[in-house]
């Protein structure tokens, strides 16, 4: 790192993410030149972190900026960062890379990401999105109505035209499935 850049350089060498249906483990390999500030991916808007450990032992020393994103201090050399918390309870967050890093992995269960490259780069940020399901455990995990208990499975739409002198369409919609529901 000291070759690469001056004095108060920071960069994240690789940073892995491990999505489990409640919870969120972000675990990253940071170097400093000097004790600096990390971004934790964020911002408070999208995830909060419960528990932030530095070389393994627990850390406070962290701050928050106006944006929302929470920094950790590192001091100078290389060290692993992890990070620890539940997921939100909503379908879809995006954490931001204010730095993103050298190499990117994820562990997921239950969730898909979009974001991360086929070799392990970023685009500044990764979306999650809860995988769907029909069961009502799931949805009581994330917080809301079943979405299956409150819609039909589907709707048919057939369009009919006639083409002539005068020219006249026809739109039908059919609603398929459970027509006891509303």
């Known amino acids: 790192l000291k070759d690469e850049c001056q004095r108060g350089c920071l960069a994240t060498q ?5 999505v489990t249906n409640d919870e969120l483990r972000i675990r990253a390999t940071v170097s400093s ?33 106006s944006a929302g994103m929470l920094f950790v201090r590192v001091p100078d050399g290389t060290h692993v960062v992890e990070v620890f918390g539940r997921t939100p309870r909503r379908s879809v967050f ?14 997921l269960e ?14 500044g940020s990764v979306q999650l999105t809860r995988v769907a399901s029909t069961t009502t455990e799931t949805a009581e995990v994330v917080g809301v109505e079943n ?28 609603r398929i499935g459970d027509l006891s529901r509303p």
Do not use: C, N
Not at 94 to 107: E, I, N, V
Not at 110 to 123: N, S
């Open 147 to 174: 979405e299956e208990s409150r819609f039909a499975d589907y709707f048919h739409i057939s369009r009919e035209f006639e083409l002539g002198v005068e020219w006249r369409g026809t739109v039908r919609v059919s």
């Open 94 to 107: 995006t954490l931001q890379l204010t730095m993103s890093p050298g190499h990117m992995t994820a562990a």
């Open 14 to 18: 690789d940073m892995r993410l491990q």
């Open 110 to 123: 239950g969730w898909t990401a979009d974001g991360i490259l086929p070799l392990g780069g970023t685009v």
């Open 33 to 65: 030149d000097g004790a600096q500030a990390w971004p934790i991916p964020g911002p408070a808007s999208e995830f909060v972190p419960e528990k932030v450990l530095l070389d393994g032992a627990d850390t406070t020393r962290m701050r928050r900026d």
